[in-house]
């Protein structure tokens, strides 16, 4: 008989006297806070850094004698970047131009990082893109760069850095998400999609890290920003949360911290009155006049005859595709019982 099935009054106990525990540890670090930590001889690698926050989270993280390691696309304004911060009297700052998309890229520039610079300690997922595209009006490119730049990347440069930080059982992921990774409303559509997808990801890998076979004592910041694409937040305000953040190991960072309330909130309303209070905040407040008004629906549902896909780099019409449709369908159904 399978024990683990059945819940006893001592397992209930031991929960309750756990989460009793947790929030005593809770109330004793709020009273009582840790110093943050420094960030001395930490080598940190900042995806995204030729503009925006990445560039401003190194711009202040000059004075803190990290070793930095920047990373971004564009080669000519990441080198501006970099020579800003040695000219600003930076320690040790080391650039490469890395598409974080493309897992070969990071692959390559990960081992140049080991060799020139050391072990990564901490890991700045910051680099993004928004397309600013609601969904009737997406082109189909744009959906792809979008969610290989902003998720797939988090998963090769973690690949790439996360087994060495499991060797020293050490290192520090940051991740710049977004509310949005955790509310929902009209906008970008898929900018707000990959944001869900990351904060999953990285709850998903919290979690496997929590249950390995020694206490894993690697950290985890996720920063959730009210988007910036509105001059609702400033950048260098962002990145001097995202600092404080790191040095004192925060888990879930929220700017502005009133987010939490929403969250709290948000189950217990009726689904009506949820929409309600959204709509409430894109009419009332600097939410992007781009998506205050009502979206334009640019594409008519295509013409099923006109259609064409790409076969092995020919254009073909759907119609004459249809043989290798149901070709590879029938296969499928062939090999299905063989592989149980
Ligand atoms: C990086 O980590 C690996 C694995 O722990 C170790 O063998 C190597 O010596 C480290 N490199 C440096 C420069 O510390």
Redesign the pocket.
Known sequence: MDQSKYVTLLDLMVLAVCAFYIYLEELVTFLMPRPGKSLDGEIILITGTANGLGKEICKQLIKSKAKLVLWDISEDDNKRTAQDLRDSGAAFVYEDTVDVADRNQVIVAATKV?RHV??VTILVNNAGIAVMQQFLELTTTSVDQTFRTNVLAHFWTLKEFLP?ML??NAGHIVTICSTMGQMAMRGPTPYYSTKHAVHGMIECLKDELAHLEYKCEIKFTTVYPFPTITPFLDPSYVATRVIEGICGETEYLYIPETFRIYLAGKFFLPTKLHRLFVDFFVEHSHYSATFRRPCIRNEQPSDDLERTVDIQGKETKVDHVQNLFNSVTTEMIHTTPMER
Do not use: K
């Open positions: 080991r050391g072990n060495y060797v020293r």
